[in-house]
């Protein structure tokens, strides 16, 4: 048996015009990325051509920022975006090897529509689908007609079942199902059709779906929470788990407490890959590398990262006054 040398994993986490809070501020910025399919087409392309692994783009259904502080809210370069699923459809067709990692939640749609769509992504990019399933953090409760956000707990438990009935409904035909046989008439092989009904605490759901099985199976689960409950979650379902840990023990211990949560859900650990985020700021040299991210800080307006909406990344991480600026913050 010859064993598969380990390869290093690369995914290329775009967003809009960058990650960093003044990106879309500098001047070679492509200011409208986020609504730009021709800049996210030569992303993937190049991403592509560089053997990355895959795409993936965040996503959040309502606005990142507070729209009832506008001050903070005009400031924001990532408020307008493609949503994921229609984007990766898209450049699908123009890229060939890539995978495509949309994010989708499972606090604020139904498993039905979100089986549906990835499923309709696999098929479109010929299996190269994934979905990073995220419960949402940010209230945005006012969009969807609902009482409230559903706090913590109930949004992972939510998610829990939401996952199971989504890939249930991927599995409502056998990969052979759709046998359309016009000299009989028949489209469906009835036999390779199987109703889900579901009735759990979350979901009552009957299928099947209205698509045949992904082309993958299942498309690639890919999960992000750091809480124990999003630990969980992804040590039960997820195959590849992003993370942005801000030390190297912080990584470790990461990586060790995943990989330990495996054997009881009947895993390997080597069926969770960790793939750790890191910013780089590229430059000829260190010291042209490190004047690019001066430049880039230079343009930081106070009111808008004070309220930034990556708010656990911006705890961990004191913001710093640049000299220079005019009522530069104090650190939180
Ligand atoms: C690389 C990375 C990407 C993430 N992308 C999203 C996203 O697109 N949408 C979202 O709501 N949350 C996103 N998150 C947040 C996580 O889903 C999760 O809510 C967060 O890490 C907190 O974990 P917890 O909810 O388990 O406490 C991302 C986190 C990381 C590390």
Avoid at 172 to 185: H, P, T
Avoid at 262 to 280: A, D, T, Y
Wanted: with cysteine; charged share 25%; hydrophobic share 40%.
């Amino acid at each position: 048996m010859s064993a598969q040398p380990r390869q290093i994993r690369l995914g290329a986490f775009l967003q809009a015009t960058g990650h960093h809070v003044a990106a879309w501020l500098h001047p070679d910025a492509q200011a409208d990325a986020g609504l730009n399919l021709a800049h996210y087409k030569a992303l993937a392309q190049e991403a592509e051509r560089g053997k990355f692994d895959l795409v993936f783009v965040a996503d959040s259904p309502g606005g990142y920022g507070n729209p009832h502080d506008i001050e903070v809210f005009s400031r924001d370069g990532k408020t307008a975006h493609f949503e994921p699923v229609t984007l990766w459809s898209a450049l699908s067709q123009v890229t060939r090897n890539i995978g495509f990692v949309a994010t989708s939640t499972t606090t604020y749609e139904d498993p039905y529509t979100t089986a549906r769509k990835f499923a309709s992504l696999d098929w479109i990019s010929g299996g190269r689908a994934a979905w990073n399933v995220v419960t949402t953090g940010a209230d945005v409760s006012p969009n969807f007609s609902v009482p409230a956000h559903l706090e913590h707990s109930r949004r992972y438990e939510r998610a829990e079942e939401y996952i199971d009935v989504v890939k249930g409904l991927w599995d409502s035909y056998e990969d052979d199902a759709f046998v359309r046989d016009r000299e009989r008439g028949v489209f469906l092989d009835p036999e390779k059709l199987h109703l889900l009904n579901h009735k759990g605490d979350h979901f009552q759901v009957r299928g099947p779906l209205n698509i045949g099985r992904p082309p993958q199976g299942y498309p690639v689960i890919v999960q992000a929470g750091a809480s124990d409950a999003g630990r969980e979650l992804a040590a039960r379902t997820a195959e590849v788990i992003f993370t942005a840990n801000l030390t190297l023990e912080d990584a470790q211990e990461f990586y060790a407490d995943l990989k330990s949560r495996l054997p009881k859900f009947g895993r390997r650990p080597e069926q969770l890959l960790v793939m750790p985020g890191i910013f780089p700021v590229l430059g000829g040299t260190e010291a042209e590398a490190r004047a690019n991210y001066e430049a880039l800080q230079a343009l930081v307006h106070p009111v808008g990262c004070l309220e930034h909406p990556q708010a656990p990344l911006r705890r961990r991480r004191p913001f710093r006054p640049v000299a220079g600026r005019q009522g530069a913050a104090a650190p939180q």
